[in-house]
């Protein structure tokens, strides 16, 4: 065996001293350039997993948005008929004047209207009239199947049949309705 003397360092010891500082040195080029590195890879590969996943949500919602825009055609024919439906305003004129016509081509005779106040309701007013017409009973008939196929909302409360004047089969009719119209300014509560 060799025996180690201070100052003088054989060839084997060298060699192992050699090969310990490249260990060494290994060790430290792992530890402060490759680990950081891969860690930093780690964190990017996460990130970027991240990245994907948000692009698949909103492709999703993408998609979702495009749905609901080729409903909003269906939605605007749906608000419009509810405007035919539900006026924004109470014009007892033009209600009238639409009855008149159904009347008038029901072949009834109009004697009276009386249309009352509007009266407040929850998201809505009211108008109740009160009409007297004569004519036959399937003059009748028809007026109440053209009330009924009318685009605004009528509701039929009451109606009346009594003989006429002249006998069978004239009719003296009495029909109460109501009709119904969005809130408008001049009606609402003050608050």
């Known amino acids: 065996m060799d025996k180690v003397k201070i100052g003088k360092i054989t060839s084997r010891q060298l060699v192992i001293i050699v090969i310990l500082l490249c260990l060494l040195l ?69 209600l009238m004047s639409e009855m008149s016509v159904l009347m008038t081509d029901s072949g009834l005779e109009l004697t009276s209207v009386s249309p009352e106040l509007p009266a407040e309701l929850e998201e809505y007013y009211n108008i ?10 399937f003059n009748l008939l028809d007026f109440l199947y053209k009330l009924e196929n009318m685009p605004r909302v009528i509701r039929v409360k009451q109606v009346i049949i009594s003989s006429g004047e002249s006998g069978f089969p004239e009719l003296n009719i009495t029909v109460k309705f109501s009709s119904y119209f969005k809130p408008i300014t001049q009606y609402e509560k003050n608050s």
């Open 128 to 137: 109740n009239v009160n009409t007297n017409m004569s004519g036959t009973y």
């Open 26 to 94: 290994d060790i430290m080029i792992m530890f402060f350039l490759i680990w950081p590195q891969y860690r930093g890879m780690v964190s990017e590969i996460s990130n970027l997993r991240d990245l994907e996943e948000r692009y698949r949500n909103n492709v999703k919602v993408a998609k979702e948005l495009v749905k609901l825009a080729g409903k909003s055609y269906e939605t605007e024919a749906e608000l419009q008929k509810t405007v035919i439906q539900l006026p924004e305003s109470d014009d007892v004129a033009s």
